[in-house]
């Protein structure tokens, strides 16, 4: 499975930017897909997944409530509402995919996408 994440950018602490990430490859409908962020000089934090199948969603609680995954359709769409950004949020963003669930070890990683949120 390969990876390619999309959508960050430069926005200022208020704003909403949806991320995507599209998934060339067969994803289980077991599988998990998941966001992630790592900023400069942190560890890499989990934000959300999605089981592929059933599209239960699971979220961490830094980001509740402002965070929304989702998945298109019939394709290997997925996406990461992010709403109300704050400078916090400032960070390379990932997805990837979990042959074992949303909050075990994940297998396929994309090469992320930078979100910078100005105050």
């Known amino acids: 499975v390969q990876l390619q994440a999309s959508g960050g950018g430069l926005v200022q602490a208020g704003d909403n930017l949806r991320l995507s990430c599209v998934a060339s490859?067969?994803?289980?409908?077991?599988?998990?897909v998941g966001w992630f962020r790592q900023a400069p000089g942190k560890e890499r934090e989990w934000l959300a997944a999605i089981r592929w199948g059933a599209r239960t969603t699971y979220y961490a609680d830094s980001i509740q409530g402002r965070f929304t995954i989702s998945r298109a359709g019939a394709y290997n769409t997925l996406y990461l509402q992010m709403n109300n950004l704050k400078p916090d949020d400032t960070a390379r963003h990932y997805c990837?995919?979990?042959?074992?669930?949303?909050?075990?070890?994940?297998?396929?990683w994309g090469q992320g996408t930078l979100v910078t949120v100005s105050s």
């Open positions: 490859g067969r994803i289980f409908s077991s599988s998990a």
């Open positions: 990837a995919v979990s042959r074992s669930g949303p909050r075990e070890k994940y297998d396929y």
